[in-house]
Each structure stands twice: as structure tokens, then as C-alpha cells.
């Protein structure tokens, strides 16, 4: 099922989810991981984050967080736990965040895949995500995608 973060219950979860699916596809160095795991909670508190469990009492296994400006949707982070990819979980919260946005005036969508994270890049194209531009400063690809 998918649900909102409860900060409460979701965090520490969601929290080992960046640190061991996120992180080490990072190519950022160092010093600016630190600084970004310091500023974490104030992350999560603005934008949406949804989340996959089992049930609604559960824990969840993985979670996509995005903003919205404007006509503009932006996924801040998705991560899925090892043990549930595959699974059509990353599609499915990437479906339910895009329609949340649409809902919400939003007409396209935007991410940021780090270089070398073949996967992730394959992931959004499947979803109908194309390469737009790349960041040399954050060394990743911006990909878009029209919401429909």
C-alpha cells in the first residue's frame, strides 16, 4: 500500500534507505553529504513524501519524496529496500506523486539522476523520462518528463 510519511514511525526507516540505496550512488563529496544529512529533517518537512508498506501500520520499505512549484513537480528522492525492487513499488509511488501534482496544476516533471546510476536512469526512462540536460557541478543527469 501506499501512505504519507509518518515522521514518528517512517523517519528512521527512510533515513537507512537514503544512507544505503542513495548514498553510495552519490558523487558528491564528502563534506556536502554531511551538510545534507544535517539538513534531512528540515528536507523532509517541506514537499510530500509518500511511502510503500504492507500495511498500514507497517514499516515502510520505501518512499518517494517530491516538491511542487508551480507547474512543476520535482522528485527529491525515491529509494526502494533491496529486498522489494522489482516489484513495481518504484513505479507505483512514482504514478501516485505524479498524480498528485497533476491534480495540482502540475504539467511536467523533473529529476536529477547521479552519473554512473545506469538503473536509475533505465527506471525513468521506462516512465517516460528523457535526458534534458547535464550538470557537470552535481555530475547528473536532469531528466523531464510532460505529465498527462
Same mark, same amino acid.
Given at each position: ?15 537507512? +534507505?537514503?544512507?544505503?540505496? @542513495?548514498?553510495?550512488?552519490?558523487? &558528491?563529496?564528502?563534506?556536502?553529504? !554531511? #551538510?545534507? /544529512? ?28 517530491? +516538491?511542487?512549484?508551480?507547474? @512543476?513537480?520535482?522528485?527529491?528522492? &525515491?529509494?526502494?529496500?533491496?529486498? !522489494? #525492487?522489482? /516489484? ?61
Amino acid at each position: 500500500m501506499i501512505r504519507y510519511r509518518r515522521p514518528r514511525q517512517d523517519d528512521r526507516v527512510i533515513y537507512s +534507505l537514503i544512507e544505503n540505496q @542513495l548514498v553510495p550512488l552519490s558523487n &558528491l563529496p564528502p563534506k556536502t553529504l !554531511a #551538510q545534507i /544529512r544535517k539538513d534531512l529533517p528540515g528536507r523532509l518537512s517541506r514537499g510530500v513524501t509518500l511511502v510503500a508498506c504492507t500495511d498500514y501500520e507497517s514499516d515502510p520499505f520505501g518512499f518517494v519524496h517530491f +516538491l511542487l512549484h508551480g507547474e @512543476l513537480l520535482y522528485i527529491d528522492m &525515491l529509494a526502494i529496500a533491496p529486498y !522489494a #525492487q522489482r /516489484r513495481r513499488w518504484g513505479n507505483l509511488l512514482m504514478d501516485r506523486a505524479e498524480r498528485f501534482a497533476f491534480s495540482r496544476g502540475c504539467l511536467r516533471s523533473k529529476v536529477a539522476v547521479d552519473e554512473g546510476n545506469e538503473g536509475g536512469i533505465a527506471f525513468y526512462r521506462k516512465l517516460g523520462y528523457a535526458v534534458a540536460r547535464y550538470s557537470p557541478q552535481s555530475l547528473s543527469y536532469e531528466m523531464e518528463k510532460r505529465l498527462i
